[in-house]
């Protein structure tokens, strides 16, 4: 699925997707990654939602977004309890979804100029 939007001043969005792919600038990629409107870090160590921990999730945490979208392949999967207490104490949001949603919702909110960051989990694309 193509995904055209206004990103106003991003320097990374998402453009598309489809089973095994995010397409980030038109560039296919297929690992776990994470974006925002001004910086992309791929590939992410992360491959499956228990795998998320303080220290895979450190330079979300030290980048203090507003939201955090995590994309957890083609079905929902919650993260543990703990990861959701933890972005609470840092007062960020944190919304879990299959990653089809999780990269339409990505590019509203960044068009809309919030501080969002998605992490994408791959290979569950």
């Given at each position: 699925?193509d995904?055209?939007?206004?990103?106003?001043d991003?320097?990374f969005?998402?453009?598309g997707?489809?089973?095994?792919?995010?397409?980030?600038?038109?560039?296919?990629?297929?690992?776990?990654?994470?974006i925002?409107?001004?910086?992309?870090?791929?590939?992410?160590?992360v491959?499956?939602v228990?795998?998320l921990?303080?220290?895979?999730?450190a330079?979300?945490?030290?980048?203090?977004?507003e939201?955090?979208?995590?994309?957890?392949?083609?079905?929902?999967?919650?993260?543990?309890?703990?990861?959701?207490?933890?972005?609470?104490?840092?007062?960020?949001?944190?919304?879990?979804?299959?990653t089809g949603?999780?990269c339409?919702?990505?590019?509203?909110?960044?068009?809309?100029?919030?501080?969002?960051t998605?992490?994408?989990?791959?290979?569950?694309?």
């Open positions: 699925m995904i055209t939007q206004d990103f106003a991003a320097n969005v998402i453009t997707y489809e089973s095994g792919s995010v397409f980030i600038n038109n560039q296919a990629h297929q690992q776990s990654l994470i925002s409107s001004d910086s992309l870090i791929y590939p992410w160590e491959n499956d228990f795998q921990n303080e220290t895979s999730l330079s979300i945490l030290e980048a203090q977004p939201i955090l979208i995590i994309g957890t392949g083609e079905t929902l999967i919650l993260p543990e309890p703990k990861i959701i207490a933890l972005f609470a104490q840092h007062q960020i949001g944190l919304e879990t979804m299959n949603a999780a339409r919702t990505y590019g509203i909110l960044v068009a809309e100029g919030r501080k969002a998605a992490g994408i989990i791959s290979p569950k694309i």
